[in-house]
């Protein structure tokens, strides 16, 4: 298996992998992506436990909208810190530290005695969610093998749908005894597997040792993965590799990147390319969807308790749709899955607006919600965390990661908020007219300017992007692209 991610320029120089080394890299990528796990529960738990909260604390409608939104505003500020603490503190340190804050969150939430107290809890939850959602991926590009890569970064994805059925499930579960503070106290359970595993378990970025100088260290993740002699072998090729002048053992070689980096010509495209799909990933509308299910699903004519178990069925089907596009992302390729999600799309949430203005039936409306997440989970959804973990230059990929989730987060705040307005003033229809034109403009952004990265190096991938956006080597729109690995 090819490309073990060590070598700071490139996902991997590291020619074979044995079989026994690559089911501890699954391992480890497992462990990890409890983190989008914890994303999805935390995000999704709320819709069925604000039922009860409300009427245990009397909340307004402006409480209740607070108290949802209020962990969007806390994850905006928590992926704009990720980059610098996964830099500083090393990956495996960063998200065991965001596991804590998980239980700290978990704890606040499911004690609290009043409105405010649990406001605090979700913010703090939110902290930890915006945290993991941009360090995870980093992680988990950094110990991918290039031909396998996109499948263990759409872990990540398929790790917060999973979260999100979860969540459904434990709301319908308890929703005849009404405790929501047990709805949200069973997240503690994997913010502790995250953390114990982030400190017992999973090693060090091998990239981010690397770039440090700390070579014993990372001749130790090399020996869990790599027979000894080729471990060896890779740690003297890297010493003599890494750019910079000889240090002492244990010096730091690198100072810290600043924000200033991601506007230099070589990041800029790949800058571009984060913050687009970060934005349109969120405005193609698919969390008013996922927040909104049940009180969409009334307005189609059914009952609440429908409302409910479509929600539900909803999550399975955001699921499974999420594992195909894992099983697919390695085969079919990043940019052709994108084109077909964001064409699907499009066409039915158009579909899906016309229904509700045109008052058709409430089955094909709610044929048209489903597939449209279908569509969503099957390429759009995963594919952006994938490329986060792809596109940044590796010195400043924490970093990259970081703001593109930040603008992820920012577009999901936006799009929450206005959603209901929106609706209000224009009709719901014609509000689902308005997400098809974003996904259409998406569809057109991914044919000019995203670039295939699937069995890609780094440098291969900043090429077609240089590329795509008429840098060094490009020319004005041609994807002059190197051609595909095996």
């Not at 490309?3 to 391992?27: A, D, K, Q």
């Not at 913010?191 to 990372?218: F, K």
């Not at 992302?329 to 699907?344: F, H, K, P, Q, Y």
């Not at 206005?418 to 057109?444: D, E, N, R, S």
Request: contains cysteine; charged residues 15%.
């Amino acid at each position: 298996m090819q490309g073990f991610s060590s070598e700071p320029g490139t996902h991997g120089p590291v020619t074979e992998v044995p079989p026994e080394g690559m089911r501890r890299i699954y391992r480890w990528a497992a462990m990890i992506a409890v983190g989008g796990f914890l994303f999805g529960y935390d995000t999704g738990v709320v819709s069925g436990a604000l039922l009860f909260v409300t009427d245990d604390f009397r909340l307004s409608p402006t409480e209740q909208g607070t108290i949802v939104s209020v962990l969007l505003v806390g994850a905006m500020v928590g992926a704009l810190c990720a980059g610098r603490l996964a830099d500083a503190l090393g990956r495996r340190r960063a998200v065991a530290l965001e596991g804590a804050v998980f239980l700290v969150g978990t704890a606040i939430a499911a004690t609290a005695p009043a409105y405010w107290t649990l406001l605090i809890g979700r913010v703090v939850l939110g902290l930890a969610v915006g945290a993991a959602s941009a360090t995870v991926p980093v992680y988990l590009s950094e110990i991918s093998p290039t031909r396998v890569r996109g499948r263990v970064l759409s872990a990540n994805q398929l790790m917060i749908t999973a979260g999100i059925l979860v969540s459904y499930l434990v709301d319908l579960a308890f929703a005849s005894s009404r405790d929501w503070r047990l709805m949200f106290a069973l997240g503690a359970v994997p913010a502790t597997v995250l953390t114990l595993c982030c400190l017992l378990v999973v090693p060090e970025s091998l990239p981010w040792l690397v770039r440090r100088g700390r070579w014993r260290q990372a001749r130790e993740v090399l020996d869990r993965v790599l027979p000894p002699e080729e471990a060896s072998r890779v740690v003297a090729r890297l010493r003599n590799e890494v750019p910079g002048p000889r240090r002492k053992p244990g010096e730091e070689p690198e100072r810290p990147v600043g924000w200033r980096t991601l506007l230099t010509p070589g990041v800029r495209p790949a800058l571009a390319v984060g913050l687009a799909m970060a934005v349109i990933q969120q405005f193609g509308g698919i969390n008013t969807i996922i927040y909104y299910a049940p009180t969409i699903i009334e307005k189609t004519g059914l009952s609440a308790s429908n409302s409910i178990f479509y929600s539900v069925f909803i999550g399975v089907i955001n699921l499974v749709m999420t594992v195909l596009a894992t099983r697919l992302i390695d085969r079919a390729g990043r940019r052709t899955l994108l084109l077909v999600s964001l064409a699907g799309m499009a066409l039915l949430v158009a579909l899906l607006g016309l229904s509700f203005i045109a008052g058709w039936n409430s089955e094909l409306s709610l044929v048209c919600m489903i597939l449209y997440i279908a569509a969503y989970a099957g390429g759009l959804g995963p594919i952006f965390w994938v490329l986060v973990g792809e596109v940044f230059p590796p010195r400043v990929r924490a970093l990259g990661s970081s703001t593109a989730t930040t603008a992820n987060w920012i577009a999901n705040f936006v799009v929450s908020q206005a959603f209901l307005p929106l609706a209000a003033a224009i009709g719901q229809g014609q509000t689902f007219l308005v997400f098809a034109v974003i996904c259409f403009l998406g569809l057109l952004f991914v044919a000019r300017f995203v670039p295939e990265t699937k069995d890609r190096t780094y440098e291969e991938i900043d090429a077609a992007l240089q590329a795509r956006f008429g840098g060094p080597g490009g020319g004005r729109g041609e994807a002059k692209e190197p051609a595909r690995r095996g």
